[in-house]
């Protein structure tokens, strides 16, 4: 991993830091549509439209038009609950990192940085889901510098800063589409703790579901 430097988060560092969430969570859009067309609902209603619209119309033409209409607005509404998240994230967790991750007990914001440009980012606070374990949160790798083991790296300094500070465990939240991000996890240790839906009406239909995950940790004490 030639010429990367992890290092605690700066002001100056506070655009780039979107930029790559931003990037990162868009990404996932095509994997979601994806993951929404393959839902028994959407089979179905695509299906029924299709048979409905062919027997009243008499023409093939019609229920191919339509199946496609059908198609661009679930993917728009993809688009539109990513956008959502994203500009929810940025308001509520990333607008001020200073404040959520660096001004606050046991909570940190590191970017990784290749020849001064910053190519990665990753932060933890205490969870509010599982109290009494820190929670890894915004993770994120530029497309360019992928496959160099900065993320890997990044989920280690996670690591280390729990252990650190006498938490037993790291747990962290990834959805059904993000399967890359799952393996990395499987391949640090982390363990899959449960699965479930996200609350949100339009996440249940469509069957979005969120994963934890969880790495059990070795404290000084308990080595000592």
């Known amino acids: 991993m030639a010429n990367i430097q992890i290092r605690k988060y700066q002001d100056e560092d506070a655009d780039v830091v979107k930029e790559l969430f931003t990037l990162g969570m868009s990404e996932h859009v095509p994997s979601s549509f994806t993951h929404v067309l393959k839902q028994p609902l959407t089979q179905m209603f695509l299906m029924v439209t299709f048979c409905a619209l062919i027997t009243s119309s008499k023409s093939f033409l019609l ?11 679930v993917r728009q509404m993809v688009v539109y609950m990513f956008n959502k998240y994203i500009e929810t994230t940025l308001k509520k967790d990333l607008d001020n990192i200073g404040r959520t991750y660096l001004r ?12 001064g440009r910053v190519v990665g980012t990753v932060g933890c606070l205490p969870s509010e889901r599982a109290p009494g374990f820190l929670e890894l949160k915004r993770i994120s790798v530029r497309r360019s510098h992928r496959g ?8 280690q300094t996670v690591a280390d800063f729990t252990r650190e500070r006498g938490f037993p465990a790291v747990i962290l939240y990834t959805s059904v589409v993000q399967t890359d991000a799952q393996k990395l996890y499987e391949h640090m240790g982390y363990t899959k703790i449960r699965e479930f839906l996200i609350p949100e009406l339009t996440a249940k239909i469509l069957n979005f579901t969120l994963f934890e995950y969880r790495l059990d940790l070795q404290t000084d004490n308990e080595r000592d």
């Open 63 to 73: 229920p191919v038009l339509a199946v496609t209409l059908v198609l661009a607005a």
């Open 148 to 155: 160099m083991g900065i993320a890997k790296a990044l989920c």
């Open 104 to 115: 606050k007990n046991n909570s940190c914001f590191w970017v990784a940085e290749s020849d």
